[in-house]
Every structure is written in C-alpha cells, then in structure tokens.
T-cell receptor, first 118, second 114 residues
Framework: GAVVSQHPSWVICKSGTSVKIECRSL??????MFWYRQFPKQSLMLMAT?????????EQGVEKDKFLINHASLTLSTLTVTSAHPEDSSFYIC??????????????FGPGTRLTVL | AQSVTQLDSQVPVFEEAPVELRCNYS??????LFWYVQYPNQGLQLLLK??????LVKGINGFEAEFNKSQTSFHLRKPSVHISDTAEYFC????????????FGGGTRLMVKP
C-alpha cells in the first residue's frame, strides 16, 4: 500500500520549452504533496508543499513563476517547469502524505523524474 | 527549526561486515525520525521510523536504528551487509506537530565491496 507514481520517469526537452511532471497517489488520498529537487550526489531540497485545493507554499529561493504547482485533486499534483533552461536539469521527486489513517505522519515518495534540458 | 547531520558522506565496507551509519539531529521540539534508502535513479524507500515507544526500531532488509534522546542521535545499523545494500541512505526528522515537513540529512553513500 501507499504507492506514489510519477510520470514521466525521464524527459529531455529543448531550452525554452515547458515540461509537466505528474505525481499520483495510487491507493490513498493525499491532502498534502511535496516536491523536491535533488542534484547529483546531494540530498533532497524541498521546493514546495502542495495542498489540495489551495495554492502551494514555496520554499525560500524557489521561483513560483518558474515552477508551477497544481494540486487539483486528492490523488494528483503536477509540477510544471516553465521556460526550462539547462540549469533546471535535475532529478525531481514528489511525495505524498495520507489524509488519514495510521500513516498520516509519513511521506511516501515517488520514483522521481529525471529532467534534462538541452 | 530542525537540522540533521549525517557525519559520514561515504562508508565503504566489505560484504558480510557490520555497518553503522550515523545521524545526529537538532530540534527545539520533539520529532519523529526516519531512515530512507535511495537506489540509483529511484525515489526514496522507507527503511524504518521512530515515532514513540521502544528506542530500538527494526526495519526492512535487516536494518535497525536506535533513538538516543540525550545524544540526539538515530544511528542506523546492520549486522551483516550485502552487496545489494549499496545505496544512498538519508536520515530525516519531522516535528511531531508540523504537518509532516521532513528535514533531511546530507546522505551517506554505503558502498559494499565483495
């Protein structure tokens, strides 16, 4: 149980284009989803916290207009990297916390999306 | 605010040897503690967690960790490692009353050699 999927698993795009990454909780409802960015051989950096039906809360230094987050339902959050540039290339990981139940205090992680911007 | 320090960025060890990955944290409030494992190009998988109760926590794949409140530590151990344990390991904490926001340590790369 508590499975989170991400799509796509990897994407290559040209500089200036926009890329959308989906994060889905497959077998539970998630009021809160988190988006992380991970550089090679580094830890996860929290980008934003996404709550269903409301605006995302971005961490300091993360550009809201660059990284658009939508959490339209209790099982889906999307991250859109707008006008992507090579410096946006990274591994993006989402996680989700169950709305209720015994595991409500945990985050369950997706498999990640490798973004490469040429 | 919380902070997590993983004292070793890399830990090389021979197969079947014991291993300990160290984690220390700082927090002004009570926290829950977690260890995650990340295999190359994959997301994070929960190894174990400490919420309350017994300070010795057993997780998956033969790992265990001990919460030491006085030393603010949560070290991860395995008595005998396997080649397949080669991965990145992350320690993380979240305040008990703060909506699941995780603070991660820098990670420790466990390299198991034959």
């Amino acid at each position: 149980g508590a499975v989170v999927s991400q799509h796509p698993s990897w994407v290559i795009c040209k500089s200036g284009t926009s890329v959308k990454i989906e994060c889905r909780s497959l077998d539970f409802q998630a009021t809160t989803m988190f988006w992380y960015r991970q550089f090679p051989k580094q830890s996860l950096m929290l980008m934003a916290t996404s709550n269903e039906g409301s605006k995302a809360t971005y961490e300091q230094g993360v550009e809201k207009d660059k990284f658009l987050i939508n959490h339209a339902s209790l099982t889906l959050s999307t991250l859109t990297v707008t006008s992507a540039h090579p410096e946006d290339s990274s591994f993006y990981i989402c996680s989700a916390s169950p709305t209720s139940g015994t595991k409500y205090n945990e985050q369950f992680f997706g498999p990640g999306t490798r973004l490469t911007v040429l | 605010a919380q902070s997590v320090t993983q004292l070793d960025s890399q830990v090389p060890v021979f197969e079947e040897a014991p291993v300990e990955l160290r984690c220390n944290y700082s927090s002004s409030v009570s926290v829950y503690l977690f260890w995650y494992v990340q295999y190359p190009n994959q997301g994070l998988q929960l190894l174990l967690k400490y919420l309350s109760g017994s300070t010795l926590v057993k997780g998956i794949n033969g790992f265990e960790a001990e919460f030491n409140k006085s030393q603010t530590s949560f070290h991860l151990r395995k008595p005998s490692v396997h080649i397949s344990d080669t991965a990145e390991y992350f320690c993380a904490v979240t305040p008990r009353n703060a909506g699941n926001m995780l603070t991660f340590g820098g990670g420790t790369r466990l390299m198991v050699k034959p």
